[in-house]
C-alpha cells in the first residue's frame, strides 16, 4: 500500500501469516534496537480498538473480507 500517494514513494508491505505456536521470545534484536511487542487480540477486542493508521486499517478490512 501507499500510505501517502502524491508526497511520497514509500510503500508499505501487510502480510497475514497463520502462527500454531510461539518459537522464541520475539522483541527484536537489542543491537539493532528493535522493541517488538506480541499482542494477541481476539476480533472482538480488535474491533473495540481505536486505529489510528492505514496499514493496520487495511490488514483488518483484508482479514474481515477473507475470514482470517
Known sequence: MWPSPGSSAETIGVYYAEVS???GP?????EEHEQIEIVHLTREELAREKIRD???LVAMQWAQLHKA
Not at 26 to 30: F, K, T, W
Request: hydrophobic residues 25%; without cysteine.
Open 21 to 23: 505456536r510461539q518459537t
Open 26 to 30: 520475539g522483541g527484536g534484536l537489542a
Open 54 to 56: 492505514a496499514k493496520t
